[in-house]
């Protein structure tokens, strides 16, 4: 019903940028908060960044200063620049969108992209 599509993964040298972008598409009502973690191998899925409809944004402390979250609510569209990038921010990362398919949804639901590899060498 809902799909999310992560473009812009990568390898890139430690210091370099790239950027992420992700589009929700399908039975769409209203998207709520968007946003991207990450998992790495043996790790926990941590949240990265986070921005609500309104456009008020939370970063996870390892990332403040370094990426920028932004999102167009008419493309349905959400966005992840990432710049000085450092080894340990190489993972996968997931879109994700608090989505409600109707207008009969009390709740939203989150939904999840498939996930964009992202490679910072050293």
């Known amino acids: 019903q809902v799909q999310l599509v992560e473009f812009g993964g990568g390898l890139v040298q430690a210091g370099g940028s790239l950027t992420l972008s992700c589009a929700a598409s399908?039975?769409?009502?209203?998207?709520?908060?968007m946003g991207w973690y990450r998992q790495s191998p043996g790790n926990q899925r941590e949240l990265v960044a986070a921005?609500?409809?309104?456009?008020?944004?939370n970063l996870a402390d390892s990332v403040k200063g370094r990426f920028t979250i932004s999102r167009d609510n008419a493309k349905k569209m959400v966005y992840l620049q990432m710049n000085s990038l450092k080894p340990e921010d190489t993972a996968v990362y997931y879109c994700?969108?608090?989505?409600?398919?109707?207008?009969?949804?009390?709740?939203?639901?989150?939904?999840w992209g498939q996930g964009t590899q992202v490679t910072v060498s050293s």
């Open positions: 994700y969108a608090a989505v409600r398919t109707s207008y009969l949804d009390r709740n939203a639901n989150d939904y």
């Open positions: 399908g039975s769409i009502f209203r998207i709520g908060a």
């Open positions: 921005i609500t409809s309104v456009g008020t944004t």
